[in-house]
């Protein structure tokens, strides 16, 4: 199998930034050469929605237009950890933020923005920003 464990979450002002991890590891999960990593978001009354995703080996990426200029994505091959840096962060970011994976072929930026693409899931991590 392959497990997700998030941590970084935490209570921030707005405007102030935050750092998300997610570390990757199955034995599942290293036979596979290529994928999304991707974080989803998920607000209280709200569906879970598409944040910002990474594919592996190549590293491309793709970013919801709510979060582009403020939120990067990145991986660390050699730790299997992919991170989330928030910056400028506002009240309506508040929610729990999942890591996502999806072992497989990786075709279009446009591709693998639902949960419902996603086999893997972390527990999430809470994110709240005050105003």
């Known amino acids: 199998q392959v497990q997700l464990v998030e941590s970084g979450g935490g209570l921030v002002q707005a405007g102030g930034s935050l750092r998300l991890s997610c570390a990757v590891s199955g034995r599942t999960f290293s036979r596979y050469v290529m994928g999304w990593l991707a974080w989803f978001r998920q607000a209280p009354g709200k569906e879970r929605e598409f944040v910002t995703k990474i594919s592996w080996p190549g590293g491309r990426q793709h970013y919801t237009n709510s979060v582009k200029g403020r939120f990067t994505i990145s991986r660390d091959n050699a730790k299997n950890t992919v991170y989330l840096q928030m910056n400028s962060l506002k009240p309506e970011d508040t929610a729990v933020y999942y890591c996502?994976?999806?072992?497989?072929?990786?075709?279009?930026?446009?591709?693998?923005?639902?949960?419902?693409?996603?086999?893997?899931w972390g527990q999430g991590t809470q994110v709240t920003v005050s105003s």
């Open positions: 996502a994976a999806r072992p497989g072929a990786v075709y279009s930026v446009y591709d693998a923005m639902t949960p419902a693409e996603y086999d893997y």
